[in-house]
């Protein structure tokens, strides 16, 4: 029995029937798929993962706990013929009723019309449970087993040497009382920013009733990169001494600016802000299960401060570069830690209707250190299917219309765009994706 973490509180307390609070990972496979073997790696991987085998109990000694179940893993197997485009309808997961996870896989060996055989399998997580690099190691494990088990080769009996033991070390931020007060003014400042700083949506939104389910709730577009561009735009990143986050970063405001202001709703003084995830994970991570090592910080921009690119590239780096060597990823858990102390957690996150414009969640390159022999494209074999694709998206919040995933295989930089259907339309997000996309090659091209 763990207690809750602040940061799984914030995840927790933020989960509503209207914007559930789960994130999703999405592989496609082409060829032959053996559904009945890959839900047998699934259940030996898994049971190395407690916090994905529980669920949410409050104790009037220790507050909120995970207690271990014992229930089946959710695996619900569906046919292409009901899910044609391979990406199934999943249903919200009740975290004090049920485990945290849920897998839909769907089966398209019965489609005779589809001369290429495709499955797909759809990862459904509560993000109380994990965050999105302990998600794809848990996806990388079930990979390698089930290559292993098609392959004839003895699985690993427990994938990375887990130890179930560290969770107790989960979410450590690394914060010392000297480290607090050697960063105090940085600190304040970034306090100050969250506090006082009233980021703008990205359009006008109605606030519905939060008690009301979304059954429909999962809404995506994508866009795919050819090699060439991505080499190009990691290129481009190094020739102006950034990361590639950095100029993703930088794209991203020019195209929420711009979006704002085709749809005429932009204002020169109106902040715009990016929420990003940071990861907490050193070394010691590498045997603790799936869990949350995480934390969030938050970029702010004037909407009229996007007109000269080449500037914002530089201050944005600037600032990225200040925000890791002044540790500032400690800002948020320090803040939640204050308001958890008087139980303000829940009263912080109903406070304010909008905590960021957008979120970028970039997973940099996926699956690259897989034992597996690649196609030639650099798509994985595993066991005789091709991993086609892989997708992610982090959950969406009232106010945050846009949650966006940034990652690599294959190659091939991938963006996917979840977004808040109750308040944009496809048609928009497609356009603020396609804009994306477009301000991501010209920068390439030039």
Avoid at 10 to 23: E, I, N, Q, T
Avoid at 122 to 138: P, Y
């Amino acid at each position: 029995m763990f207690p809750l973490t602040v940061f799984e509180k914030y995840m927790l307390f933020d989960d509503s029937l209207a914007y559930p609070m789960d994130s999703f990972r999405f592989l496609r496979f082409s060829g032959k798929f053996d559904v009945e073997l890959f839900a047998e790696s699934i259940e030996s991987v898994v049971q190395f993962h407690p916090l994905l085998l529980s669920k949410i109990r409050y104790d009037s000694w220790s507050g909120y706990v995970w207690e271990e179940v014992h229930d089946p893993i959710f695996i619900r197997r569906i046919s292409a013929t009901v899910a044609p485009n391979l990406v199934p309808v999943p249903e919200r997961i009740d975290i004090f009723n049920e485990s945290g996870l849920k897998i839909y896989i769907i089966d398209g060996s019965g489609n005779s019309s589809d001369q290429k055989q495709n499955t797909s399998v759809l990862f459904q997580f509560h993000h109380t449970v994990s965050d999105g690099l302990g998600e794809m190691d848990l996806i990388a494990d079930i990979l390698t087993d089930y290559n292993d088990k098609i392959n004839g080769k003895k699985p690993l009996v427990n994938p990375r040497n887990l130890d179930s033991s560290l969770l107790k070390f989960r979410g450590s931020s690394g914060l010392t009382l000297a480290k607090y007060f050697r960063y105090f003014v940085d600190t304040a400042f970034t306090t100050n920013q969250l506090l006082l700083r009233f980021p703008s949506q990205l359009v006008p939104c109605v606030k519905s009733d939060l008690n009301v389910p979304d059954l429909d709730y999962y809404k995506f577009v994508t866009s795919e990169l050819p090699p060439d561009v991505t080499v190009n735009y990691f290129s481009l990143a190094k020739k102006n001494k950034v990361t590639v986050n950095d100029l993703l970063i930088r794209d991203l405001f020019l195209t929420i600016n711009g979006c704002r202001d085709d749809w005429g709703y932009s204002r020169r003084g109106a902040w715009l802000r990016v929420s990003m995830p940071m990861s907490l994970r050193t070394e010691f991570h590498e045997r603790m299960p799936a869990s949350n090592n995480v934390t969030m910080v938050f970029l702010d921009r004037r909407g009229g401060a996007c007109s000269d690119t080449a500037k914002l590239l530089q201050e944005i780096g600037r600032e990225t570069r200040w925000i890791k060597r002044a540790e500032q990823k400690h800002v948020l858990l320090l803040s939640l830690r204050i308001c958890d102390l008087f139980g303000g957690i829940k009263r912080m996150l109903r406070a304010r209707d909008c905590r960021a414009t957008v979120v970028l969640s970039n997973l940099g390159r996926v699956f690259d250190s897989l034992p597996m022999s690649r196609r030639l494209d650099g798509c994985l074999e595993v066991g005789g299917a091709v991993l086609e694709e892989v997708d992610a998206s982090p959950p969406i919040r009232f106010g945050t219309l846009i949650s966006f995933s940034a990652l690599t295989y294959a190659g091939k930089l991938r963006l996917i765009l979840r977004y808040d259907a109750k308040n944009m339309t496809q048609n928009q997000a497609e356009q603020f994706l396609q804009s994306y996309t477009k301000q991501i090659k010209l920068e390439c091209c030039e």
